[in-house]
């Protein structure tokens, strides 16, 4: 049987993720229930003068994993991406990234051109299967 962890993100002061360390849930599990403040408390008495926030690599909470880079948004208690491009716009319900103009719904491969504000098709070379070597 596999060994349940537990994902833990450290904030500095801006809120942005400085690493994610993994816990076994034995070290957060209470009475048969997990408790996050087990897991800050024994990260913290671990790594003094930081602070951690449980991250859920399932993505159960939080809107999604954190990662390096990410800011945790306490008001809407929530991981964020970085910003991609200055021009995007975070989408305050979904918590994501969106271009200021949709991407083309064709089935072709595009990429977001920031300078001219535009969605520019890209050319992906599909693979050889016939398995030449």
Avoid: C
């Amino acid at each position: 049987m596999a060994k349940l962890m537990a994902h833990f993100a450290e904030i500095d002061s801006e809120g942005t993720v400085q690493r994610v360390l993994v816990l076994s849930n034995e070290r957060i599990t209470q009475d048969g229930e997990e408790v996050e403040e087990l897991g800050t408390a024994y990260l913290q008495n671990m790594f003094p003068d930081t602070d951690w926030v449980q991250t859920s690599y399932n993505h159960n909470f939080r809107k999604r994993y954190a990662g390096i880079g990410h800011k945790y948004d306490a008001e809407h208690d929530a991981f964020i991406p970085p910003q991609p491009f200055p021009s995007w716009l975070l989408n305050e319900e979904s918590l994501s990234w969106e271009a200021p103009f949709p991407m083309p719904d064709d089935d072709k491969h595009y990429q977001w051109d920031e300078e001219n504000q535009s969605w520019v098709e890209i050319d992906i070379e599909q693979p050889n299967n016939n398995n030449d070597i």
